[in-house]
DNA sequence: TCTATCCCGTACGGGAATGTACGAGTTAAC
DNA sequence: GTTAACTCGTACATTCCCGTACGGGATAGA
């Protein structure tokens, strides 16, 4: 928040080097967690020097690239109807947002790995709290089930997700139909049990 | 395979240190994927060369400590009665071997880091074959559904058992409750759809 | 045009981890 | 008790990556 403040004079392709390092470092973080300043470099088709000249540690740039793909999702998050059957909303949710979330588990741990402690959670915390709301408002209309903690069904949810990421970047899951299997799957496990059998 | 064969002669105290560096690793690697050969010999008891006289390279004793994990999880796999209902079969696979799977998870993915492609898969198949033919056989049952690929259905336990070692670990999942919260999350994504609905 | 900003290559130093070499002390096995 | 095997410390070479320093060249902005 500091150096967009303070330095409001930025030469403009400086300010498109930028984007491109980071657009560059969400891609290369989110294939492999521990993509080097130089692969990064390359893929941004700068020099390794101009990564340093605007990102002094890596760990800054791994800070800038999740900010970056929290900024993207809680735009698409915003911009999705959560009111109605909490089912359906949960569908809109993750037709809309489902692959951009799947494809930044990898970004998740880099930054997981490089960060102080609790400075990812704090990050993440707006994007996770709206799904568990969702989650509770589900449980409170009696269309998700209400036998597990809020916690788990939402971190249920992520894990499903970076799984299907994983299935589709090894070959194992048909892209197109992965849209379906990850609502499908999600749906089953927040789903409130039919009846009370054993 | 050949070190056991060709070399018949090896004296007793060797052979307990080679066992408490593999089960080190599997500790250590079970925690950090990218543990030190340091951080093992430590783990151990025994000096980084006591290691390196054991297993020439990093990639080896990886591969040694997976090969022992795996051996284990067959053990009690196929101890396990798959017979009957296949729900009732998956409960007591569940039972008897998910924490071993998912404490496993860390392993897996350090293997994956440093062996050879197909290597991994070849030495996992054992395991995820009995997984998935439970599963197909459930399906042919009429108890498992039938509406996404088999593979994906075998994939996704696997992700939610990672998952519910991760949570654990990270004290959001009560490990005195997390048997029957994998057990009935699991059961939620197998399970026919009790009605043909749209 | 002129200047401050930015690009980017080479070169260097530091740190961490892997794997090798040597060798002295210890211990199992015969 | 003798020998061969094992332990394990120090020391070293190598590699990889991070981050810094310097400086020449290009370019946006006035």
Redesign the pocket.
Known sequence: MVSADTRP??????E???TRIVSAARECLSRDPDA???DIAKAA??????V???F????GLVEAALAEALRAGELTLGSVDLTGDARQAMNRLLASSWSLVAESAALLSAAQRVLPEGRLRELHTGAADRVEQLIGRGQGDGVFRTDMPVTWLVNAVQYILHGAAEEIRLGRLDPAEASDVVTATVQSILAAPAHTGS
């Open positions: 004079r930025r030469r403009a392709d400086a498109r080097s930028i080097t300043m130089e088709g700068v020099g390794r020097m101009t340093y000249g605007h002094r540690t890596r760990p």
